[in-house]
């Protein structure tokens, strides 16, 4: 059975927290899309010269999020900018991330990932605090291989 929610978790689990995700056409959800680490190029004689590296997933989902959160274990719009501005690689926590997706159900993460590209948040309505000011942002999963 599938979660309403995906997890996040630091990397040394002093933070985790539910994000509800949304579905549907208009979201860009993807579900893990398979990306190839590649560079293809034509060499002087004609043919191709093709290096290839690791396949990883990559996810945008789109979060709805409230600035102040009211059910317990889910995360508010402060947690998830906290998760994107793990920034040191060498640090504790490090901007690796466990990711759980929606399909999760007991052991290991889903994926390590990091996150990449801007944090895009739109706020829903006329409320931008409190329990009643929702926001939509739209975030980069990369897997880490």
Known sequence: MANSYITLENSNSSLSKYFRVLGGPDTDYNDGMLSKSQEVNKTIGGGIDASVGAVYRTWNPTIMVRHTESESGYGTLAD??????????????????????????????????????DFQKQVLGVSIEGSNAWY???????EVP
Do not use: K, Q
């Open 80 to 117: 998830l900018e906290t998760f994107y501005s793990y920034n040191d690689p060498g640090g504790t926590p490090s901007n690796i991330i466990n990711f759980y997706d929606h399909h999760w159900t007991s052991g290991d993460p889903t994926a390590t990932i990091i996150m990449l590209g």
């Open 136 to 142: 939509h942002v739209r975030l980069e999963l990369h």
